[in-house]
Protein backbone atom coordinates (compact mmCIF):
# COMPACT_ATOMS: atom_id res chain seq x y z
CA UNK A 1 0.00 0.00 0.00
CA UNK A 2 1.28 3.41 -1.24
CA UNK A 3 1.79 6.20 1.56
CA UNK A 4 2.07 10.03 0.87
CA UNK A 5 4.57 12.13 2.26
CA UNK A 6 2.26 13.92 4.83
CA UNK A 7 1.02 10.01 6.53
CA UNK A 8 4.87 9.01 6.56
CA UNK A 9 5.72 12.76 8.82
CA UNK A 10 2.48 12.01 10.69
CA UNK A 11 3.45 8.26 11.86
CA UNK A 12 7.06 9.10 12.08
CA UNK A 13 6.31 12.20 14.41
CA UNK A 14 3.73 9.87 16.28
CA UNK A 15 6.72 7.27 16.96
CA UNK A 16 9.33 10.00 17.59
CA UNK A 17 7.20 11.19 20.45
CA UNK A 18 6.52 7.68 21.60
CA UNK A 19 10.03 7.02 21.64
CA UNK A 20 10.79 10.36 23.60
CA UNK A 21 8.36 10.01 26.44
CA UNK A 22 9.68 6.34 26.89
CA UNK A 23 13.04 6.90 26.94
CA UNK A 24 12.21 10.62 28.68
CA UNK A 25 14.77 9.34 32.31
CA UNK A 26 17.56 8.73 29.84
CA UNK A 27 17.55 11.95 28.25
CA UNK A 28 18.63 15.29 29.82
CA UNK A 29 16.13 17.45 30.75
CA UNK A 30 16.08 20.95 32.02
CA UNK A 31 16.39 21.41 35.75
CA UNK A 32 15.48 23.76 37.94
CA UNK A 33 18.44 26.07 38.83
CA UNK A 34 18.57 27.19 42.52
CA UNK A 35 20.85 29.98 44.00
CA UNK A 36 22.44 27.60 47.67
CA UNK A 37 24.60 29.66 49.92
CA UNK A 38 26.42 27.42 52.29
CA UNK A 39 29.46 27.53 55.16
CA UNK A 40 32.30 24.96 53.94
CA UNK A 41 31.95 22.98 57.29
CA UNK A 42 31.31 19.34 57.16
CA UNK A 43 27.95 19.64 59.67
CA UNK A 44 26.41 22.22 57.36
CA UNK A 45 27.81 21.40 53.61
CA UNK A 46 28.50 17.68 54.08
CA UNK A 47 24.74 16.44 52.61
CA UNK A 48 25.60 18.96 50.09
CA UNK A 49 28.56 17.68 48.56
CA UNK A 50 26.67 14.05 49.25
CA UNK A 51 24.20 14.90 47.20
CA UNK A 52 26.30 16.47 44.03
CA UNK A 53 28.17 12.95 43.94
CA UNK A 54 25.89 10.95 44.39
CA UNK A 55 23.16 13.12 41.43
CA UNK A 56 20.39 13.20 44.38
CA UNK A 57 19.50 16.31 43.56
CA UNK A 58 19.87 15.98 39.90
CA UNK A 59 17.60 13.24 40.29
CA UNK A 60 14.70 15.17 41.70
CA UNK A 61 15.22 17.99 39.15
CA UNK A 62 17.42 20.44 40.70
CA UNK A 63 20.65 22.41 39.14
CA UNK A 64 22.52 23.39 42.24
CA UNK A 65 24.23 26.82 41.86
CA UNK A 66 26.41 26.68 44.75
CA UNK A 67 28.10 29.99 46.68
CA UNK A 68 30.02 29.76 49.58
CA UNK A 69 30.13 32.28 52.10
CA UNK A 70 32.75 32.45 55.44
CA UNK A 71 29.82 33.44 57.99
CA UNK A 72 26.44 33.05 58.76
CA UNK A 73 25.30 36.66 58.84
CA UNK A 74 27.32 37.16 55.48
CA UNK A 75 24.95 34.31 54.03
CA UNK A 76 21.80 36.17 55.17
CA UNK A 77 22.77 39.08 54.03
CA UNK A 78 22.85 37.42 50.58
CA UNK A 79 19.80 35.70 50.78
CA UNK A 80 17.78 39.03 52.12
CA UNK A 81 19.67 41.03 49.15
CA UNK A 82 18.25 38.40 46.96
CA UNK A 83 21.65 37.34 44.93
CA UNK A 84 20.86 33.49 46.36
CA UNK A 85 17.24 31.67 47.14
CA UNK A 86 17.96 29.80 49.95
CA UNK A 87 21.22 28.82 52.60
CA UNK A 88 22.41 26.29 54.62
CA UNK A 89 23.93 27.04 57.88
CA UNK A 90 24.88 27.06 61.46
CA UNK A 91 23.60 28.74 64.45
CA UNK A 92 22.75 32.16 62.59
CA UNK A 93 19.09 29.59 61.66
CA UNK A 94 17.73 31.21 64.45
CA UNK A 95 18.46 35.05 64.25
CA UNK A 96 17.66 36.28 60.85
CA UNK A 97 14.50 34.41 60.56
CA UNK A 98 13.04 35.60 63.87
CA UNK A 99 13.85 39.12 62.33
CA UNK A 100 11.16 38.30 59.47
CA UNK A 101 13.94 37.59 56.89
CA UNK A 102 13.80 34.11 55.95
CA UNK A 103 11.88 30.78 56.68
CA UNK A 104 13.55 27.61 57.98
CA UNK A 105 12.32 24.44 56.73
CA UNK A 106 15.03 21.84 57.14
CA UNK A 107 17.16 21.24 59.60
CA UNK A 108 20.66 19.44 59.21
CA UNK A 109 22.60 18.44 62.53
CA UNK A 110 23.10 19.11 65.80
CA UNK A 111 26.27 21.08 66.75
CA UNK A 112 26.93 19.09 69.55
CA UNK A 113 30.62 19.14 69.95
CA UNK A 114 31.80 21.42 67.08
CA UNK A 115 32.14 24.71 68.59
CA UNK A 116 34.55 24.88 71.56
CA UNK A 117 36.99 26.74 73.90
CA UNK A 118 40.92 27.11 73.90
CA UNK A 119 42.58 28.70 76.28
CA UNK A 120 46.90 29.41 76.55
CA UNK A 121 48.00 28.61 79.95
CA UNK A 122 51.25 30.16 78.75
CA UNK A 123 49.12 33.68 79.44
CA UNK A 124 47.38 32.48 82.63
CA UNK A 125 43.92 31.24 81.70
CA UNK A 126 44.24 27.27 82.88
CA UNK A 127 40.47 27.62 83.77
CA UNK A 128 37.32 29.49 84.33
CA UNK A 129 38.14 31.60 86.62
CA UNK A 130 40.89 32.74 85.37
CA UNK A 131 39.18 34.03 82.31
CA UNK A 132 37.59 37.29 83.89
CA UNK A 133 38.79 40.44 82.43
CA UNK A 134 40.60 38.76 79.83
CA UNK A 135 40.19 38.69 76.25
CA UNK A 136 38.28 35.88 73.86
CA UNK A 137 38.26 36.35 70.54
CA UNK A 138 35.52 34.72 68.38
CA UNK A 139 32.90 35.78 65.53
CA UNK A 140 30.02 37.27 67.45
CA UNK A 141 26.25 36.57 65.84
CA UNK A 142 27.89 32.56 65.30
CA UNK A 143 27.38 29.46 66.65
CA UNK A 144 30.61 29.80 68.33
CA UNK A 145 29.30 32.82 70.00
CA UNK A 146 26.08 30.96 71.17
CA UNK A 147 28.31 28.60 72.82
CA UNK A 148 30.57 31.07 74.80
CA UNK A 149 27.58 32.79 76.32
CA UNK A 150 26.26 29.55 77.96
CA UNK A 151 29.87 27.79 78.86
CA UNK A 152 30.47 31.17 80.47
CA UNK A 153 27.11 31.91 82.33
CA UNK A 154 26.93 27.87 83.37
CA UNK A 155 30.38 28.39 84.71
CA UNK A 156 29.41 31.39 86.84
CA UNK A 157 30.66 34.34 84.54
CA UNK A 158 28.88 36.78 83.39
CA UNK A 159 29.58 38.06 79.36
CA UNK A 160 30.60 41.42 80.63
CA UNK A 161 32.99 40.51 82.99
CA UNK A 162 35.50 39.28 79.85
CA UNK A 163 36.06 41.47 76.61
CA UNK A 164 34.89 39.33 73.67
CA UNK A 165 36.89 40.86 70.39
CA UNK A 166 35.00 40.39 67.37
CA UNK A 167 37.09 38.95 64.99
CA UNK A 168 36.35 36.66 61.28
CA UNK A 169 37.29 33.07 62.86
CA UNK A 170 40.74 32.59 60.94
CA UNK A 171 41.46 36.26 61.99
CA UNK A 172 40.37 35.13 65.69
CA UNK A 173 42.45 31.75 65.57
CA UNK A 174 44.93 33.31 64.38
CA UNK A 175 45.28 35.90 66.90
CA UNK A 176 44.97 32.80 69.23
CA UNK A 177 47.88 31.49 67.99
CA UNK A 178 50.02 34.44 67.64
CA UNK A 179 49.69 35.22 71.30
CA UNK A 180 47.35 38.39 70.87
CA UNK A 181 44.19 36.83 73.08
CA UNK A 182 44.91 33.90 75.53
CA UNK A 183 41.47 32.38 74.58
CA UNK A 184 39.46 31.57 71.82
CA UNK A 185 35.52 29.99 70.78
CA UNK A 186 36.05 28.53 67.44
CA UNK A 187 34.15 25.71 65.79
CA UNK A 188 35.83 23.11 63.37
CA UNK A 189 38.21 22.51 62.14
CA UNK A 190 39.79 25.86 63.14
CA UNK A 191 40.95 23.46 66.47
CA UNK A 192 43.42 21.83 64.26
CA UNK A 193 45.55 24.66 63.69
CA UNK A 194 45.30 25.64 67.11
CA UNK A 195 46.33 22.15 67.98
CA UNK A 196 48.99 21.71 65.55
CA UNK A 197 50.47 25.38 66.34
CA UNK A 198 50.27 25.93 69.79
CA UNK A 199 51.44 22.62 71.83
CA UNK A 200 50.53 24.22 75.15
CA UNK A 201 46.63 25.03 74.44
CA UNK A 202 44.03 23.71 76.25
CA UNK A 203 40.36 23.09 75.16
CA UNK A 204 38.57 24.16 78.40
CA UNK A 205 34.99 22.96 76.81
CA UNK A 206 33.35 22.25 74.07
CA UNK A 207 29.16 22.12 73.02
CA UNK A 208 28.66 18.55 73.80
CA UNK A 209 28.85 19.87 77.80
CA UNK A 210 25.59 21.34 77.43
CA UNK A 211 23.38 19.31 75.39
CA UNK A 212 20.70 18.74 74.85
CA UNK A 213 19.81 21.58 77.60
CA UNK A 214 21.53 24.08 74.93
CA UNK A 215 21.47 22.28 71.70
CA UNK A 216 22.61 24.53 68.40
CA UNK A 217 21.07 23.48 64.87
CA UNK A 218 22.39 23.77 61.80
CA UNK A 219 19.64 24.48 58.64
CA UNK A 220 18.56 25.47 55.83
CA UNK A 221 16.14 28.52 55.33
CA UNK A 222 14.94 30.00 52.04
CA UNK A 223 14.42 33.81 51.10
CA UNK A 224 10.15 34.88 52.53
CA UNK A 225 9.19 35.40 48.70
CA UNK A 226 11.30 32.03 47.45
CA UNK A 227 9.46 30.13 50.09
CA UNK A 228 5.98 31.60 49.16
CA UNK A 229 6.21 30.56 45.39
CA UNK A 230 8.26 27.38 45.37
CA UNK A 231 7.48 24.70 47.99
CA UNK A 232 7.57 22.12 45.30
CA UNK A 233 11.11 23.10 44.78
CA UNK A 234 12.00 23.24 48.34
CA UNK A 235 10.47 19.83 48.13
CA UNK A 236 13.00 18.42 45.87
CA UNK A 237 15.82 20.16 48.13
CA UNK A 238 14.20 17.66 50.80
CA UNK A 239 13.99 14.67 49.10
CA UNK A 240 17.93 14.83 48.22
CA UNK A 241 18.79 15.88 50.74
CA UNK A 242 17.13 13.29 52.60
CA UNK A 243 19.06 10.56 50.33
CA UNK A 244 22.49 12.06 51.01
CA UNK A 245 21.85 12.47 55.07
CA UNK A 246 20.90 8.81 54.82
CA UNK A 247 24.04 8.00 53.45
CA UNK A 248 26.59 9.88 55.68
CA UNK A 249 24.75 8.47 58.30
CA UNK A 250 24.05 5.29 58.23
CA UNK A 251 27.38 4.91 56.20
CA UNK A 252 30.08 7.32 56.94
CA UNK A 253 32.90 5.15 56.44
CA UNK A 254 31.75 5.33 52.93
CA UNK A 255 30.68 8.84 53.02
CA UNK A 256 33.38 10.76 54.58
CA UNK A 257 36.45 9.06 51.91
CA UNK A 258 34.28 10.68 49.41
CA UNK A 259 34.06 14.18 51.29
CA UNK A 260 37.59 14.35 51.63
CA UNK A 261 38.29 13.23 48.35
CA UNK A 262 36.03 16.04 46.39
CA UNK A 263 35.62 18.31 48.93
CA UNK A 264 38.28 18.36 51.71
CA UNK A 265 41.41 17.85 50.35
CA UNK A 266 43.42 20.31 52.96
CA UNK A 267 41.73 17.82 55.41
CA UNK A 268 43.39 14.72 56.65
CA UNK A 269 40.23 11.74 56.54
CA UNK A 270 41.11 11.56 60.46
CA UNK A 271 40.60 14.90 61.07
CA UNK A 272 37.40 15.16 58.89
CA UNK A 273 36.24 11.82 61.11
CA UNK A 274 36.72 13.76 64.34
CA UNK A 275 34.70 16.66 62.41
CA UNK A 276 32.03 14.52 61.63
CA UNK A 277 31.95 12.95 65.09
CA UNK A 278 31.47 16.34 66.99
CA UNK A 279 28.29 16.65 65.28
CA UNK A 280 25.11 15.02 65.59
CA UNK A 281 23.25 13.58 62.72
CA UNK A 282 19.91 11.89 62.86
CA UNK A 283 18.23 9.99 59.78
CA UNK A 284 15.49 11.80 57.49
CA UNK A 285 13.06 9.63 59.94
CA UNK A 286 14.48 10.26 63.02
CA UNK A 287 14.44 13.81 62.54
CA UNK A 288 10.51 13.62 61.36
CA UNK A 289 9.75 12.87 65.26
CA UNK A 290 11.54 15.98 66.56
CA UNK A 291 9.96 17.82 64.08
CA UNK A 292 6.70 16.46 65.33
CA UNK A 293 7.25 16.19 68.82
CA UNK A 294 8.30 19.86 68.90
CA UNK A 295 12.01 19.32 69.83
CA UNK A 296 13.17 21.08 67.02
CA UNK A 297 11.40 24.01 67.30
CA UNK A 298 12.36 24.51 71.40
CA UNK A 299 16.32 24.10 69.74
CA UNK A 300 15.24 27.00 67.53
CA UNK A 301 14.02 29.03 70.41
CA UNK A 302 16.62 28.58 72.70
CA UNK A 303 18.92 30.04 70.50
CA UNK A 304 16.40 32.96 69.13
CA UNK A 305 16.44 34.14 73.13
CA UNK A 306 20.17 34.06 73.10
CA UNK A 307 19.79 36.79 70.31
CA UNK A 308 17.21 38.58 71.19
CA UNK A 309 19.08 39.14 74.24
CA UNK A 310 22.41 40.08 73.12
CA UNK A 311 21.40 41.46 69.48
CA UNK A 312 18.14 43.78 70.32
CA UNK A 313 15.82 41.78 68.24
CA UNK A 314 12.39 43.61 68.73
CA UNK A 315 8.95 41.79 68.47
CA UNK A 316 10.73 38.76 67.40
CA UNK A 317 9.26 36.03 65.65
CA UNK A 318 9.22 33.12 67.64
CA UNK A 319 10.82 29.23 66.20
CA UNK A 320 7.04 28.10 66.15
CA UNK A 321 6.27 30.63 63.16
CA UNK A 322 9.62 31.02 61.53
CA UNK A 323 10.13 27.78 61.37
CA UNK A 324 7.86 25.35 58.85
CA UNK A 325 8.39 22.06 59.21
CA UNK A 326 5.14 20.89 56.67
CA UNK A 327 6.88 20.77 53.40
CA UNK A 328 9.03 18.26 55.14
CA UNK A 329 6.09 16.09 56.96
CA UNK A 330 4.80 15.74 53.83
CA UNK A 331 7.75 14.84 51.76
CA UNK A 332 9.48 12.15 53.97
CA UNK A 333 7.77 9.32 55.58
CA UNK A 334 6.88 8.27 58.56
Given at each position: ?S?????????S??A????????AP?????R????V???????V????W??????S??????D???T?????????????????D???T????S?F?A?????????N????A?A??W?R??????????LK???IAT?????????L????????I???EV?????????????????????V??????N???R??????KKLV??????P??????G?A???DY?D????V?AN??R?W???????????D????I????N??E?AL????E???????????????????????????Q??????R??G?DN????????DP?I???????
Open positions: MMTRRQFLRQGAALAAGALGAIARATKVKGYLHTVADGQILGEHTGFAKHGLLELRFDTGLALFQAMVGGSIILSGAVINPRGQGKVFLIDIEFTQLVADQGVKDFADGKKTTGTTAHVFDTALRTNGDPKEIVNQRMPDAVTAFISGAVPAALWVPFIPVEKVPGADASAYYKAAIVDWARNYKHKDLVIGESANDFLVTKPEALPLQKSYQVKDLKMYAAEKAFTAKAWRKLYVDGTVVKWLQVTDFFVTGIPVPASTYFSYLKTVKA
